[in-house]
């Protein structure tokens, strides 16, 4: 093991997926929820994650039930207190994260290594919000981590080489490939990603084909998996109107400007899968 004890801080998807994947390293893994019946939730998603592993033949059940009993949740930042490695995974914004970075900074111990799961904002910007911004670090896990094989591993310019070495160890411990990332908002993934997705919302806008038949286009023509549309809906609208945000803070270059029906549908609150519709209804 590279961390005896990882704390989560965030019990939604990407957090219970990150608690799940540390805790199969052999770590004792606390996750801090805002609330119980979120703490239920993320218990139950992360039992139904590993199920379905037993079921495929990727786990035996006995690996199943060690990984689930090394994790525990709480309601209280404070028991994060004597964890070696801190992982944020909450909303993606700028400001509640440098909050979180704040209270993290009070509470964990100075030797403690603290990461964010941000996928585009800027690490550094967390960093200085703490007195120990050479332990500071992006750890960039994808939805759904547990069956995603890539972490982008992010240095901002104050992070110590024995920082990024540790948490590269803790990447390949979980079993993923990283990849190591300049912090610069979108790191990679995003950055070539997102353009794509918002050059899809403008096709559709202008009428050159229905979302539906652009999904097709996309998938029979260049083999990808799932469509535009299907994909902004799964990734969830508002986030990628934050992420296309973010990068056009960043670089100010026109594909990174959200198209105006990304930015009308996320206030009329389309946001994709988890609101029930957004460019597609999932409501039935």
Known sequence: MVFQKVGVLGSGIMGSGIAEVAAATGAAVIVRSRSHATVDA??????KSL?????RGKRTAEDAEAIIARVSATTHLTDLADCDFVIESVVEDLEVKRGVFRELNAVVHADAIIATNTSTLSVIELAMETSRPERVCGLHFFNPAPAMSLVEVVRPICASDDTMNRVTEFVLACGKEPVNVKDQAGFVVNALLFPYLN????????????????DIAMKGGCGFPMGPFALLDLVGLDTSLAILDALFAEFAEPNF????????????????????????DYRR
Do not use: C, D, H, W
């Open 257 to 280: 400007s959200p198209r105006p029906l990304l930015r009308r549908m996320v206030s009329a609150g389309q946001l994709g899968r988890k609101s029930g519709s957004g460019f597609y």
């Open 199 to 214: 050059n899809a919302i403008r096709l559709f806008e202008q009428g050159v084909a229905t979302k539906e038949g652009i």
């Open 51 to 55: 199920a379905k592993q037993v079921e």
């Open 42 to 47: 993320m218990l139950e998603t992360m039992a």
